[in-house]
């Protein structure tokens, strides 16, 4: 069985904000095995030479295309609304709903806020959740979020 995936655009996993390294290096190796492209948006809550992000990224690094944003507003500037996907646990709408296509940005906020409240509003038709049947958890880790979301993504566009 061929487990590969090929597609014409890649899809874009957003990091706003993250403030821990393991996590993000975890998502960056699932970005290089997916070729899915890594945007980071500023500030970030630890160096990009961190021992625990380039742990958590092992020896792939070099597969991982990622991009720097010096700001959400920057990044969301210069973005097609219809490609953006907001991922937070205040909101009803199941990531399952949501029909993914090569090129969209799936985007997480920081692991201790979540996204802006500002940006939840704005964008709240394209906001999305994982559903919890436990109320006594919060939220899911960044990068297990990170990893169900980009592969239903991919799952909705395999052929």
């Not at 380039?54 to 219809?82: H, M, N, P």
């Not at 920081?110 to 939220?139: A, D, F, V, W």
Request: charged share 20%; glycine share 6%; net charge negative.
């Amino acid at each position: 069985m061929n487990n590969q995936i090929s597609l014409h655009l890649p899809f874009n996993i957003v990091l706003v904000e993250p403030e821990i390294p393991p996590n993000t290096g975890s998502i960056a190796r699932l970005c290089g095995a997916t070729e899915t492209v890594l945007h980071l948006i500023r500030p970030l809550g630890f160096s990009t030479d961190d021992k625990h992000l380039k742990r958590a990224g092992l020896d792939y690094w070099r597969f991982v295309d990622i991009r720097y944003w010096d700001s959400l507003d920057q990044f969301l500037a210069e973005q097609t609304e219809t490609q953006l996907f907001f991922f937070t646990t205040k909101v009803a709408a199941s990531y399952t709903e949501a029909s993914f296509h090569p090129g969209d940005f799936l985007i997480f906020g920081k692991e201790t806020k979540g996204l802006p409240e500002e940006i939840l509003q704005l964008y709240h038709e394209r906001c999305y959740t994982l559903p919890m049947p436990n109320p006594n958890i919060r939220s899911l880790n960044l990068a297990m979020t990170a990893g169900i979301v980009l592969y239903e993504a991919l799952r909705q566009n395999s052929k």
